[in-house]
């Protein structure tokens, strides 16, 4: 069994920064890629930003320059820090992780960008 938990969402006026962050635990061999979606009111999930294992680093043409993804591998742990946050950030952030061939997703944590 695999539990990703997620924290640091919350409400932050437009041109603000908050950071994610995603931890892993449980049954843990080996992550692969760690990625974060999100997905916004009457759209569906997309890729936001995703790092291999190694560092390698892909971005959503939307957040690029703004956002920045990085891990902890002693930690199981990935991080988005977003700077110059926008109203089109707004959404729900999920981690996803790829274990042994599998996927796994977090709950989620909001993001809402608002004055």
Known sequence: QVHL????????????????SCTASGSIFSIGFMDWYRQAPGKQRELVASISSSGTTNYADSV????????????????????????????VYYCHILS??????GQG???????
Not at 100 to 105: F, I, P
Not at 109 to 115: D, G
């Open 5 to 20: 938990v997620e924290s640091g969402g919350g409400l932050v006026q437009p041109g603000g920064s908050l950071r994610l």
């Open 64 to 91: 690029k320059g703004r956002f920045t993804i990085s891990r902890d591998n002693a930690k199981n742990t990935v991080h988005l820090q977003m700077n110059s946050l926008k109203p089109e950030d707004t959404a």
């Open 100 to 105: 042994r061939g599998r996927g796994y997703w």
């Open 109 to 115: 944590t909001q993001v809402t960008v608002s004055s």
